[in-house]
């Protein structure tokens, strides 16, 4: 079965600092996606940064970057600059492809920025 | 583009009423998806479409029931509501053959209690 594993239920960082969200997935597939969504306390989910298991390059989006470990299972979220606005729940997902409407998520990090 | 829209945004129901859980999305997705958002548990599927008439069971379809009539709109039933449905519950879409895109957007969530 396919999982997908964040180990770390809550971080904090200082403002302007870089801080790295931890994920680790379990699948048999070669195939596939992962994401990072954020979801503020609006609720709202919102796709932050994606990478095609197929890219050796890791994909990067302003501040955000992944490291992507293929071989280790192993895609990690920095966020460099922290800024107060992205003070959130983080959460790591995983599909293989074809499944477009089929997300695995794992339980998510709760990133606290401090002023 | 309204995007993807949910009504209500709150419900509270007693054990063993019925409702339904209403989903619309203005972007002509085929896909549509519910997911049920638990604490410490992350998103679970519940129920997706990736079509008018078709629909499959996800991780987590016992107690709900959806169909698909229109490509718009992907009502989520709860037959007999049960205190283990209390959650919050997201509609997402994904990929239009027109525009090739995949992502999955989602709603801003129900959030719905069962006392």
């Known amino acids: 079965a396919q999982t997908v594993t964040q180990s770390q239920p809550e971080m904090s960082v200082q403002e302007a600092e870089t801080v790295t969200l931890s994920c680790t997935y379990d699948?048999?597939?070669?195939?596939?996606?992962l994401f990072w969504y954020k979801q503020p306390p609006s609720r709202q989910m919102i796709l932050v940064i994606r990478?095609?298991?197929?890219?050796?390059q890791n994909a990067t989006e302003n501040r955000f970057s992944v490291n992507f470990q293929k071989a280790a299972k192993s895609f990690s979220l920095k966020i460099s600059d922290s800024q107060l606005g992205d003070a959130a729940m983080y959460f790591c997902?995983?599909?293989?492809?074809?499944?477009?409407?089929?997300?695995?998520f794992g339980t998510g990090t709760l990133l606290a920025v401090q002023p | 583009n309204a995007g993807v829209t949910q009504t209500p945004k709150f419900q509270v129901l007693k054990t063993g009423q019925s409702m339904t859980l209403q989903c619309a999305q203005d972007m002509n997705h085929e896909y549509m998806s519910w997911y049920r958002q638990d604490p410490g548990m992350g998103l679970r599927l519940i129920h997706y479409s990736v079509g008018a008439g078709i629909t499959d069971q996800g991780e987590v379809p016992n107690g709900y029931n959806v169909s698909r009539s229109t490509t718009e709109d992907f009502p989520l039933r709860l037959l007999s509501a049960a205190p283990s449905q209390t959650s919050v519950y997201f509609c997402?879409?994904?990929?239009?053959?027109?525009?090739?895109?995949?992502?999955?957007?989602f709603g801003p969530g129900t959030r719905l209690t069962v006392t």
């Open positions: 699948t048999s597939e070669s195939d596939y996606y």
């Open positions: 990478q095609e298991a197929y890219k050796q």
């Open positions: 997402a879409s994904s990929y239009s053959a027109r525009t090739g895109v995949y992502e999955q957007y």
């Open positions: 997902a995983y599909r293989i492809r074809g499944a477009t409407n089929k997300l695995i």
